[in-house]
């Protein structure tokens, strides 16, 4: 990404927040209670997506950009609704020493829509909060578990869901999560994403993925 493109991006973060919020983005006021967090991506069984770049501002205002993502974690048991219960681990990307997030920005491509799409959302006090809040139940050895892995499922359409992922030794549910003001762009209208697809819908479709989707109505499942 252009160094001018970037500043224009965080700039216009900027100007979109109120003064009176801006005020409680001061360091120190978020204080996480762990020292990294990280978030993962899942797609649905057989529809395969590719996130190419990931940029992330946190309550600091410090901006974090990922590039070449992994692989997405393809989810056997989601079909044609997300696995409530789906781990993530491919592709497991951290931020130490950081405040909570901001804004996000999602480039990725999905190879049976044979798009390129750019993904944006806010989060607010309440996921915050939430991420600072032990869970009601403690880890196997006695110690606390936090919510500090941020699991996005990518589907057919554009459509994002977002999550908490519970621990490894939770066994439950992840925790949903609705952010601000998310929109999802393609195409002419892309801005932060433009130029960044890797092109991956301009190969032929798996012929399982093909064979999958045979008969089955787009876009493949409730998302």
């Given at each position: ?55 992330v501002v946190d309550t600091t205002g410090r901006m974090y950009r990922f590039h070449t993502l992994d692989l997405p974690g ?25 405040a909570p997030p901001q804004y996000i920005v999602l480039c990725w491509d999905s190879w049976v829509d044979k798009k390129h799409y750019e993904t944006s959302m806010f989060f607010n006090k309440p996921v915050w909060q939430r991420m600072m809040t032990p ?89």
């Amino acid at each position: 990404m252009k160094k001018s493109l970037l500043f224009t991006f965080l700039l216009s973060l900027t100007a979109c927040q109120p003064h009176s919020q801006k005020s409680a983005f001061n360091q120190g006021d978020y204080k996480l209670p762990f020292d990294k967090w990280g978030f993962v991506f899942i797609d649905p069984w057989k529809l395969r997506t590719l996130v190419t770049d990931a940029i992330v501002v946190d309550t600091t205002g410090r901006m974090y950009r990922f590039h070449t993502l992994d692989l997405p974690g393809n989810d056997p048991q989601s079909i044609g609704t997300w696995n409530t219960k789906v781990r993530s681990l491919p592709g497991y990307n951290i931020i130490k020493n950081a405040a909570p997030p901001q804004y996000i920005v999602l480039c990725w491509d999905s190879w049976v829509d044979k798009k390129h799409y750019e993904t944006s959302m806010f989060f607010n006090k309440p996921v915050w909060q939430r991420m600072m809040t032990p869970l009601e139940h403690n880890a196997s050895d006695g110690g606390p578990l936090w919510y500090n892995t941020l699991l996005f499922g990518l589907a057919p359409g554009g459509t994002v869901k977002v999550w908490f992922q519970a621990s490894e030794d939770d066994g439950r549910e992840n925790y949903p999560i609705t952010p601000i003001n998310m929109k999802t762009l393609s195409g002419d209208n892309l801005d932060v994403c433009k130029g960044m697809s890797q092109h991956i819908f301009s190969k032929d479709m798996a012929p399982d993925t093909a064979e999958f989707i045979k008969g089955k109505k787009y876009p493949y499942g409730n998302w």
